[in-house]
């Protein structure tokens, strides 16, 4: 996914990515019927239910990995990487279903595992033969669109750079037109021409669309463009610089027809709320189960080693900053949670001699997972902060409690990238909250897979882990 520290304006979902995915549904299923055929089996209820179960895991894991986002043109390599990860997680889940439920036998039937072979091949076929008809008939001309900008704005050249990447648009550019003196141009290109050459071109039909480039402030130049607009057959879109505001997961609703853009939002609203929370209490239930042991020794330790509770409870900063409780292994002589809470620092004398083992390999945040199915936390998020150091800091960082838009979690992309342990510089915290919001901007659920895995490998190291 590509990363813009600006913001992320979600992208229109194009009818012809909805007929892509139900093509796909329609190949699972045809597939399975012919190798029914081949194999001269009758369809059954069963069969009806391998084919329900792997076409909604395939239609969820598929949307995980953005195998039908609009605007991509994805090497084949990774197309096949994508397809065949989609189809083998759909499998995986029709197999469990199988070993807990009554309505399907085991899956242990010579055309099952076939089905399973073939399926992916005729997924891939079916892509392949479609990216090549339809990048055969842009190059032959056929299904393009001429499309001229007005604005030689730095936004108007980052759309001709989505163009000239994305050949999949078939889009024959004509040029920038644009009635300022050139050493107001933010392009590189020559301008073909002055505004109503644009216009005139397409009173006579030889543009079919037309981006307006121009900045909000530029309103009653607009207004003229477009009532001469007004007066051709050509499509005609208006595109705000909006990244000037400094997007967070931005995305555009209507209200009674007013179009409304969100600045600051949370990504996890409605279906990828309930994904987020389903991933969390999943894999949280399933970490808890290989921990309960280690976590019991754990305890005993740190009440026979030194005076005091076995859990330390600190008030935390929460989603949208409400406060709320956070568990760990006690690894100190004190427990801190006033106005003023002092940072872990090297050699630090509160530190206990098993705490200080245990906050260098993140053992004392393994409560924090009970924190997660209490749905107080998440497994990845923006790590939280005591209160008094969430008071000190909203104050000193731009945009520093956006980092509140989602659950705080056990892990996140700031610490797999280097942002763990002691932050005692404001630099230090700065870049701990650039990642935060970047992960906001960018998430996904398999963004949140991808976290887990390399926490496992470099999440819990850290130079300024105290």
């Given at each position: 996914?590509k ?10 979902n194009s ?5 892509g ?15 029914l055929?081949l194999?001269?089996?009758e ?5 009806t239910?391998w ?7 395939f239609?969820i894991?598929?949307g995980?990995l953005?195998l039908?986002?609009?605007?991509r043109?994805?090497p ?6 994508q397809?065949t ?5 759909s499998?995986t889940?029709l197999v469990?279903?199988?070993?807990f439920?009554r309505v399907?036998?085991?899956?242990n039937e ?5 089905w399973?072979?073939?399926v992916?091949?005729?997924?891939i076929?079916?892509h392949v033969?479609k990216?090549r008809i ?13 499309v001229?900008i ?10 001709l ?16 037109f644009?009635d ?14 002055k505004?109503?050459?644009?216009v005139?071109k ?11 480039t ?6 009653d130049r ?5 009532a001469?607009l007004?007066?051709?057959t ?5 595109v ?11 995305n555009i609703n209507?209200?009674?027809g007013i179009?409304v ?10 279906v ?11 894999v ?6 290989l921990?309960?042991?280690?976590m019991?020794?754990i ?5 026979v080693?030194?005076?005091?509770n ?5 008030r935390?900063?929460?989603f949208?900053?409400?406060?709320i409780?956070?568990?760990k292994?006690?690894s100190?002589?004190v427990?801190?949670d006033g106005d003023?809470?002092q940072?872990?620092?090297k050699?630090?004398?509160?530190v ?16 924090q997972?009970?924190?997660v ?6 497994i990845?998020?923006?790590r939280?902060h005591?209160?008094?150091?969430n ?6 960082i731009?945009g ?9 979690g ?11 342990g ?15 919001l ?7 659920l ?12 470099k999440?819990f190291?850290?130079?300024k882990?105290y």
């Amino acid at each position: 996914m590509k990363s813009d520290s600006r913001g992320l304006i979600r992208e229109y979902n194009s009818k012809l990515i909805v007929v892509g995915q139900l093509l796909d549904m329609f190949v699972v299923g045809v597939t399975l019927w012919a190798v029914l055929d081949l194999k001269q089996v009758e369809w059954s209820d069963e069969h009806t239910w391998w084919l329900m179960i792997t076409i909604f895991g395939f239609y969820i894991f598929s949307g995980f990995l953005e195998l039908y986002k609009e605007n991509r043109s994805l090497p084949l390599r990774q197309e096949i990487k994508q397809i065949t990860i989609a189809w083998i997680c759909s499998i995986t889940i029709l197999v469990v279903v199988a070993q807990f439920s009554r309505v399907i036998t085991p899956l242990n039937e010579e055309n099952f595992l076939l089905w399973c072979l073939v399926v992916p091949v005729e997924l891939i076929s079916w892509h392949v033969i479609k990216n090549r008809i339809v990048r055969t008939a842009r190059k032959m001309g056929r299904n393009t669109r001429k499309v001229g900008i007005i604005g030689g704005t730095r936004l108007g050249g980052e759309l001709l750079e989505v163009f000239n990447k994305e050949d999949w648009m078939g889009i024959d550019f004509i040029g920038f037109f644009d009635d300022r003196n050139p050493s107001r141009h933010d392009v590189e290109q020559v301008i073909s021409g002055k505004i109503n050459d644009l216009v005139n071109k397409a009173k006579t039909g030889e543009v079919d669309i037309i981006y307006i480039t121009l900045a909000l402030k530029a309103e009653d130049r607009i207004k003229m463009i477009l009532a001469a607009l007004a007066d051709t057959t050509a499509s005609v879109y208006y595109v705000p610089d909006l990244f000037v505001f400094d997007l967070l997961r931005s995305n555009i609703n209507y209200i009674k027809g007013i179009p409304v853009f969100s600045v600051y939002d949370t990504p996890f609203y409605g279906v990828d709320g309930a994904a987020k929370r389903a991933f969390d209490v999943i894999v949280g239930t399933f970490i808890l189960i290989l921990i309960a042991i280690p976590m019991l020794f754990i305890a005993i330790a740190v009440k026979v080693s030194s005076p005091g509770n076995i859990l330390f409870k600190q008030r935390r900063y929460g989603f949208r900053g409400e406060e709320i409780t956070v568990w760990k292994f006690r690894s100190m002589s004190v427990t801190e949670d006033g106005d003023k809470v002092q940072q872990a620092q090297k050699n630090d004398p509160r530190v206990t001699k098993l705490g200080a083992f245990l906050r260098r390999t993140s053992l004392d945040e393994l409560p924090q997972f009970i924190n997660v199915l209490q749905g107080r936390m998440s497994i990845v998020g923006s790590r939280p902060h005591a209160v008094a150091h969430n008071e000190i800091y909203r104050g000193q960082i731009h945009g520093y409690m956006l980092r509140h838009k989602v659950k705080p979690g056990i892990t996140g992309l700031a610490q797999i990238s280097g942002f763990r342990g002691e932050t005692d510089t404001l630099d230090k915290m700065e870049g701990r909250v650039k990642y935060d919001l970047q992960y906001i901007r960018n998430w996904s659920l398999w963004g949140d897979f991808k976290i887990v895995f390399f926490t496992i490998f470099k999440g819990f190291k850290g130079d300024k882990v105290y």
